[in-house]
Nanobody, 125 residues
Framework: QVQLVESGGGLVQAGGSLRLSCAAS????????MGWFRQAPGKEREFVAA???????NYADSVKGRFTISRDNAKTTVYLQMNSLKPEDTAVYYC???????????????????WGQGTQVTVSS
């Protein structure tokens, strides 16, 4: 059974940092595109960042230069380092895995087959 388990969320002041982790029990992890999405109250789920198996990355414009996605294929874990956090970054953050598929559109939710339960990130002003 595939499981994606996020951790590392919490409450932080604006300007602070958090590091999210997503531990995946997924046989195809090394060939999967791994992504992070977020959903704020009353808003649609939106793309944050993604990383291909070979390490190429893609970011939403709103987080470029502040967030960094990385992966450790040996540990089947993907990370999201979030710096210079803003109140508008407040959301539930979800980890997602493509299960081996790839696309030029890494921000598309349809690319991702598996999703975690999410971890809350709250940034106070």
């Amino acid at each position: 059974q595939v499981q994606l388990v996020e951790s590392g969320g919490g409450l932080v002041q604006a300007g602070g940092s958090l590091r999210l982790s997503c531990a995946a029990s997924l046989r195809t992890f090394s060939s999967s595109v791994m992504g992070w999405f977020r959903q704020a109250p009353g808003k649609e789920r939106e793309f944050v960042a993604a990383i291909r198996s070979a390490g190429s990355t893609n970011y939403a414009d709103s987080v470029k230069g502040r967030f960094t996605i990385s992966r450790d294929n040996a540990k089947t874990t993907v990370y999201l380092q979030m710096n210079s956090l803003k109140p508008e970054d407040t959301a539930v953050y979800y980890c997602a895995a493509s299960g081996g598929s790839d696309s030029s559109r890494l921000s598309a939710t349809w690319l991702y087959t598996y999703w975690g339960q999410g971890t809350q990130v709250t940034v106070s002003s």
